[in-house]
Each structure stands twice: as structure tokens, then as C-alpha cells.
């Protein structure tokens, strides 16, 4: 008698995954087999792909979304003196972009109903000193934008949209609906496209803007600070040695960095970029079925509801880049690693977004701040746990995850 197969065991679902098909690997190798491998046309098809899909004038496409915040900053003139405020609520990237250029990054605290910046609180905790607002779309659900953009100008200060989260989230504000990256309430929107976010070149980012003079800053730090368009040369008494400007001169104006993405990873993200709208409909459709699944669960709260109004803000129509559902781990008699524990062991991986950012280490130790700083912020971290979401999870996949949270927070091992 041939002995029983041991089962296989249950491939663990991830929190997120990329998706990668033939037709990506096709245009990959297209460029591959082309001339240009960087600073090509796939790089500007690209950008006018993303400029299209969001209603902006202009994208300017960048090696990661981190170098997009950096550019965002130093195109919007922040600096040494300056503070930027931005949500405890996010990767550290959202924050470090401002020390970067020597300003001191600072935190309001989130309305814990869409853990985003409370506009409420933004007001309240406004410094005379406060230069730029780094509006952070969480999980893919957008900031109240125009009521930041209100606290922000009338204080003279530039609003910074971080939508690492938010490529193709849409909200209803003023009488209409409005895409990220195109709406009048953020200057500058900043993208990643990473390989957990909604669409992926590798690594890459792009910086949106309806503003003419702050794309050109943008191009123009992106390359070395370099341009060859004799249309921006300087005059004479700047420019190097001679005053022959023939076809191979070029001028270094500011000093700039290697922040270029190449047209291989264009050519991913072109691709990629084709599938945006079917992936969107799917995030929300998965979000959808954990919401009706875990609402009214014991233990647990769901993220903010896209269909109504949120404090006064939306409905909305968020890409959903991450599912972070609340739990209550501790009113469970549990913690959150064990939690993860048992969610693994059938299959389920999950994360945590995110250690509020004013209490990391270096947070703590260059800028003095401490616990209590952020309390919503940080309640909030104490109970979220993200859960898979990526479009290919099939509808099993989804019932495994809503079995596994269900059986967790009532007791039960199976849903009935
Ligand atoms: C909110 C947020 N902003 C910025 C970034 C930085 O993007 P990148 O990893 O492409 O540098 C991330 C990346 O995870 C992010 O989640």
C-alpha cells in the first residue's frame, strides 16, 4: 500500500505582491534590445502616461518615491529655519525628506476615523515657522486636502501630497470628483512604485504638479542640475570659459543629483500602468468583502468607509494600497505577535503600518520627541494589523483571511 501524500503545505499569502505578466516582461526586453536604456522615450512616455491618468500637467519620473519627496522639497525652496509638518502616521520617507534639505520635520497628530493628518488639529499645532505640509494618503485613503490646503496657504506654506499610497484614489470635494495628483489642493503629489504599491517599476517614483516653474526645479535636480536647453542658459559672466555654446555645451546651475529612473523600468511601468484601473476595481472589491466580513466583529474596527463622508470629507474612492484593520489586542487577552503567530500558521502573513515615526530612534534622539507627542497616533499603532491585499488574491484566498480574522476574534476555529 503506497503510503498517504503528506499534504502540501499552505503557501503563505503575502501582505502584498507585485504582479507581473508577459506583456511587462515583453516591453522590458523591448528596451532592453532598444538604444536607450535610460533618458529614452520610454522614460517620457511614462511621464505623460501618469500625467493622463491623474489629470496633471506634468510627472516627472525619478529613481524612487524618496527621491521625489527630496526633490518636492527642495523644488518647493524648504530649507534650513523651516519646519515641515507631516503625519506621525507613515514611512519614515515622508519625514526625512525634510531633514534632508535642513529643515526640522514635525508632527500633528491623525484623526484616528481615517488615520490621516487631521486638518483640525493641523490648525491647532500651526507654527509661525512652518513651511511645508507632507499630506500622506494612508493605506490609500486621501488626506481632507482641500481643508489642509486651507490651514497651509493661509499660513503661506507649500502642500505636499505624499500619495506613495494613493496612485488612482479618487474623492468627491466641492461639487465634483478628483484624482490625486490632478486636483487644485496640493502643489506638488509625490508617487512610489515600489513592488508592494499599487503598480511597480522595481524601484521608481514620480513627482506630479500643475505648476509649470516647479517641474522645470524638479527636471532640472533630478539630472545633476544640469540642463542643455539653451533656452535656460545663463549669461555670460557665469557660464564656463567661452562663449561658444555649440552642441556640446551644457550648464550645471544648481547643484542637483542622479535621481533618473531608466527606460527599462519605464517600460515596466508603462505596462503596469495599462492594468491600474482593473487593479483599483479589484482592492476595492477585496476591501469590500473584509469590511462586510469584519464589521460588527468583537474586538476589531475596519478602515474608514469609502461610500460616505468621513468627517466631513468625501465619499471618496481610495486605491486602497494597504487593509489595516484595528484590533484590540490587548481587551483580547493577546498580543499582536502571537496574533501574527496564528494568523501564519494558516497561511495568513500580515505587517504593521506604522511605528508612528516621531518615536523612532533617531526621531527620539536628534529632535527630543517622546511618547505622548501623538496620542492618537499612537493608539492607533497599538492595535493595527495589515492583512493581504493585492489584486490577484482570489476570492478563496480572501474567505482564508476573513476565516482566519473571524476565527481569531470570536473563538471560532471556522466561520459557519
Ligand atoms: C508613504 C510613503 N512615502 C514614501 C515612501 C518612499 O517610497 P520609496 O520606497 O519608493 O522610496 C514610501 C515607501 O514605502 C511610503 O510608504
Known amino acids: 500500500m503506497t503510503p498517504p501524500r503528506p499534504h502540501a503545505p499552505t ?5 502584498a505582491r507585485q504582479q507581473v505578466n508577459e506583456e511587462d516582461i515583453a516591453a522590458v526586453v523591448a528596451v532592453l534590445r532598444s538604444d536607450w536604456l535610460t533618458c529614452g522615450p ?41 519646519r515641515v509638518l507631516t503625519s506621525p502616521n507613515t514611512f519614515a520617507a515622508s519625514a526625512n525628506c525634510a531633514a534632508y534639505v535642513g529643515a526640522m520635520p514635525d508632527f500633528a497628530d491623525i484623526d484616528p476615523a481615517t488615520r490621516n493628518l487631521s486638518p483640525g488639529l493641523l490648525a491647532e499645532q500651526w507654527r509661525k515657522d512652518v513651511r511645508a505640509v507632507v499630506a500622506v494618503d494612508f493605506a490609500g485613503y486621501p488626506c481632507d486636502l482641500p481643508r489642509i490646503a486651507e490651514v497651509a496657504r493661509a499660513n503661506g506654506a507649500v502642500v505636499i501630497e505624499d500619495a506613495a499610497h494613493a496612485l488612482g484614489t479618487q474623492f468627491f470635494a466641492q461639487g465634483n470628483w478628483h484624482t490625486v495628483g490632478g486636483h487644485p489642493w496640493a502643489d506638488l503629489t509625490t508617487l512610489s512604485f515600489h513592488p508592494v504599491k499599487t503598480i ?5 517614483g514620480a513627482i506630479l504638479t500643475n505648476n509649470d516653474a516647479l517641474a522645470a526645479r524638479c527636471r532640472l535636480l533630478r539630472s545633476h542640475g544640469i540642463t542643455k536647453d539653451p533656452s535656460q542658459f545663463l549669461t555670460s559672466e557665469l557660464c564656463p570659459l567661452t562663449s561658444e555654446k555649440g552642441p ?12 533618473r529612473i531608466t527606460d527599462i523600468q519605464c517600460a515596466l511601468g508603462i505596462s503596469q500602468l495599462k492594468r491600474l484601473p482593473a487593479w483599483v476595481a479589484r482592492r476595492q472589491e477585496i476591501v469590500d468583502r473584509y469590511n462586510s466580513a469584519f464589521t460588527g466583529l468583537p474586538y476589531v474596527r475596519t478602515p474608514p468607509r469609502a461610500d460616505r463622508a468621513v468627517d466631513g470629507f468625501g465619499p471618496t474612492k481610495p486605491s486602497w494600497h494597504l487593509y489595516a484593520l484595528e484590533i484590540d489586542f490587548a481587551a483580547m487577552g493577546t498580543t499582536r505577535t502571537a496574533i501574527m503567530q496564528t494568523l501564519r500558521a494558516q497561511g ?18 536628534r529632535y527630543s520627541y517622546a511618547p505622548g507627542k501623538c496620542p492618537a497616533a499612537e493608539a492607533y499603532y497599538a492595535r493595527t494589523l495589515s492583512l493581504p491585499l493585492f489584486a490577484s488574491l482570489s476570492d478563496q484566498e480572501v474567505d482564508r483571511v476573513i ?9 471560532n476555529q471556522k466561520r459557519c
Not at 526633490?71 to 525652496?77: I, S, T, V
Not at 551644457?250 to 535621481?259: A, D, I, P, S, T
Not at 476565516?403 to 473563538?411: Q, Y
Open 248 to 259: 556640446w555645451y551644457y550648464e550645471m546651475q544648481e547643484l542637483g543629483y542622479n535621481y
Open 42 to 82: 520610454a522614460v517620457e512616455t511614462f511621464e505623460a502616461a501618469l500625467a493622463e491618468t491623474c489629470g496633471a500637467q506634468h510627472a516627472i519620473a525619478v529613481s524612487n518615491g524618496t527621491a521625489a519627496l527630496h526633490l518636492a522639497m527642495l523644488a518647493a525652496g524648504v530649507g534650513p529655519g523651516d
Open 403 to 411: 476565516d482566519a480574522i473571524v476565527g481569531l476574534t470570536t473563538g
Open 200 to 204: 511597480t517599476t522595481g524601484e521608481g
Open 348 to 365: 495568513v502573513a500580515s505587517q504593521v503600518h506604522y511605528i508612528p515615526v516621531h518615536l523612532q530612534p533617531y526621531y527620539r534622539r
Open 11 to 15: 503557501p503563505i499569502l503575502p501582505y
